[in-house]
């Protein structure tokens, strides 16, 4: 693959600046001479799994139609108006996944998948706002993109998908292969294939607060102490016998605000929820694994690389793997650190980790949560 240039002569922090959350960009071939390593056969063969979230949107006769995949069968690309949508192609596409990465001057906490879009000439999913950044890039064939910075979000009532009912086009670009737009969270937009296109959308996850206090709550309900009982030694015979009591309810007020949390529980919560892969992901265990002592001998020689689909975050000496969190230190933390940021580690490092590291790494193997690097 051609080296990314992404953001054209604007550096990460410009783009920080004066860009992100704040209004859109338009690159020209942000991936020159882009070929777009996908192609429209892969996309439909992944649309048939069961376990790849796709979506077809359809605009025939006027009437916008949505479906949820699997799908067998796909509509002829001679038809017009239909565009199909793979949700997480890095998942189960190396080159899907190198592509995502190359966004990472922006942390892996925020980064969500990279979605692509087929569609036949005329396809889209209508105007509409997302609630996230996005980078649309244009991957084969042509779009055009209406965007607008309205402020009226108001959507068409009783549609199968979220349909702005006023939209207004300010700006007006037509993408080739290669060039990206950015686009602003609630930021209005239409694209429109130009005859039959493919485009990749790389997403953010941005949590509501709401979601996450509930999965907190339920966080910390494993680790609450509360000890002792209800008790009312001093107690008064009852006139009203139905009526709960002032001192009841102030002793158990009393005992319940001593449920308290740290930094360090938020750390955790935080490293486990968003290092959990959702609930479609089946990790690919290895068929015939090699024995622990084959394995370690081979990671030393080839060093080892995250599975596509493993999510791993730290911080400090807290290191989070798919949803379950570890405590290290020394030179491990250091190690582990690393095969996070760069998601592969060199095996000659391999050498300074600890027996428990070694230990954790063969079962990480056998979980299908890393792999043997490729390129040695
Ligand atoms: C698409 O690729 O057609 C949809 C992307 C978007 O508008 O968010
Ligand atoms: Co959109």
């Not at 084969?140 to 009226?152: D, E, V």
């Not at 009312?232 to 005992?255: G, I, R, Y």
Request: aromatic residues 10%; glycine residues 6%.
């Amino acid at each position: 693959m051609k080296k990314l240039t992404l953001l054209g002569d604007i550096t990460p922090t410009e783009f920080l600046n004066e860009y992100w959350h704040k209004k859109p960009l338009l690159i020209r071939q942000a991936i020159p001479q882009f070929n777009a390593p996908i192609k429209a056969a892969e996309l439909a063969k992944l649309a048939a799994s069961e376990d790849v979230e796709s979506r077809l949107v359809t605009h025939f006769k006027q009437q916008w139609q949505l479906k949820n995949g699997p799908f067998e069968e796909l509509p002829d690309l001679k038809k017009k108006e239909w565009t199909l949508l793979v949700q997480g192609v890095n998942l189960h596409h190396p080159a899907a996944d190198a592509i995502l990465r190359q966004f990472n001057f922006l942390p892996d906490a925020r980064l969500d998948d990279l979605m692509i879009s087929l569609a036949s000439d005329g396809g889209g999913v209508g105007p509409h706002f997302d609630s996230y950044d996005v980078f649309l890039l244009q991957a084969h064939g042509r779009r055009r993109w209406q965007i607008s910075a309205q402020k009226n979000l108001d959507l068409i009532d009783g549609m199968p998908l979220k349909i702005l009912s006023k939209f207004k086009s300010e700006q007006e670009f037509i993408l080739e292969p290669g060039d990206m737009l950015y686009l602003p969270p609630h930021y209005a937009h239409d694209g429109v294939a130009v005859g039959e296109c493919m485009t990749y959308s790389i997403g953010f996850r941005a949590p509501a607060f709401q979601e996450l206090g509930e999965a907190f709550l339920q966080f910390m309900s494993d680790s609450i102490d509360l000890p002792g009982r209800y008790a009312d030694p001093d107690l008064k015979p009852s006139k009203h016998p139905a009526e709960l009591s002032k001192e009841m309810l102030e002793t158990v007020a009393q005992e319940l605000r001593k449920v308290d949390f740290t930094q360090e529980d938020i750390t955790v919560f935080m490293g486990e929820y968003l290092s959990t892969p959702k609930h479609s992901v089946f990790f690919d265990q290895p068929k015939k694994p090699l024995t622990p002592i084959k394995f370690l001998a081979a990671a030393k020689k080839q060093g080892i690389e995250l599975a596509l689909k493993t999510r791993m975050l730290y911080r400090g000496s807290n290191i989070f793997v798919n949803g379950e969190s570890f405590g290290v230190t020394g030179a491990d933390k250091a190690l582990l650190s690393k095969l996070a940021d760069h998601r592969a580690l060199a095996g000659i490092e391999l050498g300074k980790a600890s027996v428990d590291m070694q230990e954790t790494l063969c079962l990480w193997y056998e979980d299908g949560w890393i792999n043997l690097s490729k390129n040695i």
